[in-house]
């Protein structure tokens, strides 16, 4: 089944805490990408990759960290979480770039205390 | 960067009546208008799409108009049922060295049987 998986799917964790969310697709697609959700604000982009080894920062890249050392995995890292990084994350992913559909993974809720 | 805003915030439809929801850009390079609909604890899914060089698109009961002069465009939903209320989000993509899909604040839009 094709899919974007993502995990953890729910974690809280304390300030300062290093953390990795992981994601996958399997797809072959090139463009990832790594949204936060919180409310009234939509889907704010934090990185994007075009494809292995390229990434890019997006509207709300502070705090956070990406690689892409293969096509299908794009993992989130968190070097120091801070509460205002306490959101809903959603990696996605599209064949080429971000002028296709987005699949999207089924979310990941972080809470930083 | 681009800028995209969306209105109304909340919807709220009688089952049967239509539903409008519209949105603004600001970059006139944006050429791609996906929209995605968002169910209450699931991943945003994309629903229908429209590229610059087309006016108006229509799936069934969902349609999106685009006027790139005063660069907006809109979601048009028909005959509403229960099973459309979900937040909806429009999104828009600039064709530029920066390869970001950026989204509006959504709208929550409630059917009511």
């Known amino acids: 089944e094709a899919q974007v998986t993502q995990n953890p799917r729910y974690l809280i964790t304390v300030t300062g805490k290093k953390l990795t969310v992981t994601c996958s697709q399997n797809m072959n697609h090139e463009y990832m990408s790594w949204y936060r959700q919180d409310p009234g604000l939509g889907l704010r982009q934090i990185y994007y990759s075009m494809n292995v080894e390229v990434t890019d920062k997006g509207d709300v890249p502070e705090g956070y960290k990406v690689s892409r050392k293969e096509k299908r995995n794009f993992p989130l890292i968190l070097e120091s979480p801070s509460p205002n990084q306490t959101s809903l994350y959603f990696c996605?992913?599209?064949?080429?770039?971000?002028?296709?559909?987005?699949?999207f993974g089924p979310g990941t809720r972080l809470t930083v205390l | 960067g681009e800028n995209v805003e969306q209105h109304p915030s909340t919807l709220s439809v009688q089952e049967g009546d239509s539903a409008v929801i519209k949105c603004t850009y600001s970059?006139?390079?944006?050429?791609?208008f996906p929209w995605y609909k968002q169910e209450l604890g699931k991943r945003p899914q994309l629903i229908i799409d429209i590229r610059s060089n087309v006016g108006e698109k229509k799936d069934q009961r969902i349609a999106v108009t685009l006027n790139k002069t005063a660069k907006h465009f809109s979601l048009h939903i028909t005959e509403t049922q229960p099973e459309d209320s979900a937040v909806y989000f429009c999104?828009?993509?600039?064709?530029?060295?920066?390869?970001?899909?950026?989204f509006g604040g959504g709208t929550r839009l409630m059917v009511k049987p």
């Open positions: 970059d006139s390079a944006s050429n791609y």
């Open positions: 996605a992913s599209s064949l080429i770039r971000g002028s296709n559909e987005q699949f």
């Open positions: 999104a828009a993509w600039v064709n530029n060295a920066g390869n970001m899909l950026t």
